[in-house]
Each structure stands twice: as structure tokens, then as C-alpha cells.
């Protein structure tokens, strides 16, 4: 019989739990959860609150016509949970780069989210349910981040369906998703340095620069479809397909304001344990058709084909990863491809040593993306060089101390001849339930 490695409530094969002074949390986009096969970049509480399905669905049945209250005992039939983090900083920064960013401080708020979540197992062996993550901090723009739903069997895998990650941030494997860096996570996600320090606007700045270059950012969320295979011999074996990656939640997205359309990502990971060494290794491949912008004869996108590997090697409190990703054309106009023009490509590689409560991580990030030849000629070629050095203390279940350090030099920003270098020290509390 094959083994089912995807849990019921998010299909990512990891613990709930943390490791010792590992992130809870990590500082980028979202969170992820540790565990020995990273497969997803998001993180669950520890310790969840768990609720009284039958008081639920009396109370929802009390006050919704019977039009809408669904059929009766639909409350006891899942195991409800709810969760959540809520993260405080502080960080400093020093570059030479300032322009409205002198004070050189400041007090951030990167992301508070609540989680709620239900399953249940039929009589015929499926395991069924949902998750719904929430955005709480005073700022979200939408209420929802994500919200989907899952269908999973020991035998044939597990089916997502909704605003959801895609299989290939969710199985690929570098620094920032196997957990190996700590504090905030530096280049992986885009909640802590990548706010912090003035990167302008055309370099490759975070290892998980898909999510930008899909539908303005809104791709890894996108209403799509996601299928993960049960795991044989430690393999296993993800794709997930997007019809418009502008597309989520009820609202129709038009066909023609530059996203990218019929969107298909493969993926494969794979995970080994020898005594007391553990070895993971996956890679990643999205291939999607380009739209015009609107209105009628706008720019058209290239279409999206890009790639990404990585691996990591764990040994007694000891991990190292590295990865490289090449993003071609994805999200270029057409025309700029033609003079040159590329999305760019990156380098990561990160070490980590943890030992009780503390975490203790040091990492490199490298990127170059080149420009079209209507670029002034010394400008063309952008790249980034950062090295990274992160800290994360768990003080208590559920409360985690993290601190970064990093130095970063940014050539040509903006499309010019300006270049930044600087320093960036963060600290935060950071709560996870």
C-alpha cells in the first residue's frame, strides 16, 4: 500500500509542531511549518484551539433558513481548529540609497492572519474538508488571503480546489522553505528585509519571486486546481493548474489585463532518511500562456516558463540547503523580450545550527536580470548581492524572539546607473496559536 505523506488540512506532509528553535514562523510572504518533507512555505500553530462542531452548526442552524443551514449534524461531522500568528518588528537601516527613508527606523507590522480549518473522514476512507486564512492586520486590502477546499484517499492521493498555493511553492526545496534560515527568513518571502531596504524596482530581491511575476502578484492565490500523488519510496508528485492567474475569489477577471492564463505547474519531490542523516531534494516548472493588457492591442506578456531546484541535507541539528531558479521571460512584454530583456535568475544557498530553544542561521542570496537595449547601456545588467545572518529564539510555546542581520549591495536600481549598499538589522516578538 502506498504511503499517504499529505496531511488531512493542508496536503503539505509536515508536523504541526515546530522543531526546537526552528521559525514557527518565517519572515517572508507567509509562513511555513517544519518538518522532514517541506512541501508548503506556510506555517500552523502548534497548539490549536479546538471547537465544539455540535455548538457551531446548533448556532448557524438557529439563525440561517433552511435554504441555507445545509444538511442537519453537518457540524458534527468535522474536526473544526483554529489558529494563527500575529508579528511585531523593529529594524534599522543603514544605505546609501535613502530618498524618504532617511529616519532610518521604524515600527512594522508584517502580517496577522487567523486560520480556521475543518475535516472529516467518510465511511468509504476519503478525508474531506477546508481551510480559510483571514487577514487581521488594519491594513489588509481583502479579508480573505486564501480559502480552498480538499479531497484526499490513501490510494490515488489528494485534489485542492481553490485560492490556494500551487504545487511548486509548496514542494520545491531552498533556504527559505526547508526552514533553514531563521530570524525572518532574509531573501525568502517578501514581509521582512524586502520591505526594510530600498531594492528599487528591477532586480530579483526573494528566492520565491513567482508569486510576483504571475498576475501581479496575486498567482500564488489564485482560484486553481491541485493534485499531490501518494508518496512511493519517498518520491512524490504535485501539479496544479490555474485558467487566469488575476482570478480568485468571486469576482470575474478579465482575459486581457496582462496576467498569464492556463497556468500548469509541475513539480517533484523526493526525501530520504539514512541513520541519522536526512536528505530532500524537489524542483519546480511553470509553463502558462501570456495575455495582452488591456485595452485591445496593449503590450502582450511572455508567457510564463520557469524553473527551480534545490535540495537540503540535515544531520543532528545541523542543515544546509541551496537552490537556483531561472525565470526566462516570465512577465516581460513581448516587445522588451525582443531587445534583450529577461525576468532574471538567482543563487541561494543557507546553513543553519539549532540546538534547544535557539536557532542560529547564515545564508547567501545572488541575482542578475538584464535589461532591454533601450536601457542606457551601463544600466542593462541589475544584480544583488546579500549575505544574511538570522537568529530565532523560542521563549515560550507559541512565542518566538527573531533578530536578522544583513548586508546587501543592489547595482543599477531602477533601470539606471544608481547603485545602493547598506546594512539591515530587525528584530521581532512573534506569536503563533
Keep these: 500500500m502506498p504511503c499517504w505523506s499529505l496531511s488531512a488540512a493542508r496536503g503539505d506532509g509536515r508536523s504541526r509542531s515546530p522543531g526546537p528553535g526552528g521559525p514557527a514562523l518565517a519572515g517572508g510572504r507567509r509562513p511555513w511549518r517544519n518538518g522532514p518533507i517541506p512541501l508548503s512555505r506556510k506555517a500552523r500553530a502548534p497548539a490549536r484551539r479546538r471547537f465544539a462542531g455540535t455548538m457551531l452548526a446548533g448556532t448557524a442552524m438557529a439563525v440561517a433558513s433552511p435554504a ?51 475535516s472529516a473522514k467518510g465511511e468509504s476512507g476519503l478525508t474531506y474538508g477546508f ?112 485558467p487566469d492567474t488575476g482570478q480568485s475569489g468571486f469576482t470575474r477577471d478579465a482575459d486581457n489585463d496582462g496576467d498569464v492564463e492556463k497556468l500548469w505547474v509541475l513539480a517533484a519531490n523526493w526525501f530520504h532518511r539514512f541513520d541519522r542523516v536526512a536528505f530532500s531534494a524537489g524542483g519546480a516548472w511553470w509553463l502558462g500562456q501570456g495575455e495582452a493588457a488591456a485595452p485591445a492591442g496593449g503590450a502582450t506578456v511572455n508567457d510564463s516558463d520557469m524553473w527551480r531546484v534545490g535540495a537540503k541535507v540535515d544531520y543532528r541539528g545541523i542543515a544546509l540547503s541551496a537552490a537556483y531558479m531561472d525565470l526566462n521571460a516570465t512577465g516581460v512584454t513581448g516587445a522588451n523580450s525582443a531587445l534583450g530583456e529577461d525576468a532574471g535568475e538567482w543563487w541561494a544557498a543557507g546553513a543553519s545550527y539549532v540546538s534547544g530553544s535557539w536557532g542560529l542561521s547564515a545564508g547567501y542570496f545572488a541575482s542578475e536580470r538584464s535589461r532591454p537595449t533601450t536601457t542606457l547601456a551601463a544600466a542593462r545588467g541589475s544584480t544583488v548581492d546579500w549575505l544574511a545572518f538570522g537568529v530565532t529564539y523560542t521563549v515560550a510555546p507559541g512565542w518566538a524572539l527573531l533578530a536578522d542581520l544583513s548586508f546587501i549591495t543592489v547595482d543599477n536600481i531602477n533601470s539606471t546607473t544608481i547603485d545602493n549598499s547598506g546594512h539591515v538589522f530587525g528584530v521581532s516578538s512573534q506569536f503563533v496559536f
Design 68 to 118: 441555507i443551514a445545509g444538511p442537519v449534524g453537518a457540524g458534527d461531522a468535522f474536526d473544526l481548529t483554529l489558529g494563527g500568528f500575529f508579528r511585531m518588528s523593529g529594524y534599522t537601516v543603514s544605505e546609501d540609497v535613502s530618498l524618504a527613508r532617511g529616519r532610518g527606523y521604524r515600527l512594522y507590522q508584517g502580517e496577522t492572519q487567523i486560520w480556521a480549518n475543518g
Design 131 to 242: 481551510g480559510i486564512e483571514l487577514n487581521a492586520a488594519s491594513d489588509d486590502v481583502t479579508a480573505a488571503d486564501e480559502a480552498w477546499i480538499f479531497i484526499a484517499g490513501n490510494e490515488w492521493g489528494r485534489v485542492e480546489i481553490g485560492d490556494q498555493d500551487d504545487v511548486g511553492n509548496r514542494m520545491t526545496i531552498d533556504p527559505g522553505t526547508s526552514g533553514v534560515l531563521k530570524g525572518h527568513a532574509a531573501f525568502y518571502g517578501g514581509l521582512g528585509v524586502q520591505q526594510w531596504f530600498n531594492f528599487g524596482t528591477s532586480v530579483v530581491s526573494r528566492t520565491d519571486m513567482e508569486v510576483l511575476l504571475e498576475g501581479g502578484g496575486r498567482e500564488g492565490d489564485a482560484t486553481k486546481i491541485t493534485y499531490f500523488s501518494p508518496r512511493f519510496s519517498g518520491f512524490g508528485l504535485g501539479v496544479s493548474f490555474a
